[in-house]
């Protein structure tokens, strides 16, 4: 079992930034591919960023690509998302995700084993 906390999401004017982590908790993080998720209203959820069990590679979705940076600090077990140059259509619940898959970086929600309840991220125009 994998416990994971997302924090750091908050209200943020276009073209600001907000970092989010997620803490893990349980079996051994760096086990584990992480991946953060969006779900806005009325919207299903889409994949956002992940990254590899080492940290050594990475994928973006391509409406991120550019302006958000996913990284990990496996001693901390911690994964992060540096968000930038937010605009009001990045507005949703993030959620981060632990992956059992490690022979390459899903995308599919389906592949992840374990989710955090998600924070709120509000870009106002």
């Known amino acids: 079992q994998v416990h994971l906390v997302e924090s750091g999401g908050g209200v943020v004017q276009t073209g600001g930034s907000l970092r989010l982590s997620c803490a893990a908790s349980g079996r051994v993080f760096s086990s584990y591919g992480m991946g953060w998720f969006r779900q806005a209203p009325g919207k299903e959820r889409e994949f956002v960023a992940a990254i590899s069990v080492r940290g050594g590679t990475t994928k973006y979705a391509d409406s991120v690509k550019g302006r958000f940076i996913i990284s990990r600090d496996n001693a901390k077990n911690t994964v992060y998302l540096q968000m930038n140059s937010l605009k009001p259509e990045d507005t949703a619940v993030y959620s981060c995700?632990?992956?059992?898959?490690?022979?390459?970086?899903?995308?599919?929600?389906?592949?992840?084993?374990?989710w955090g309840q998600g924070t709120q991220v509000t870009v106002s125009s």
């Open positions: 995700a632990a992956s059992g898959v490690v022979s390459r970086i899903p995308v599919r929600a389906a592949e992840y084993d374990y």
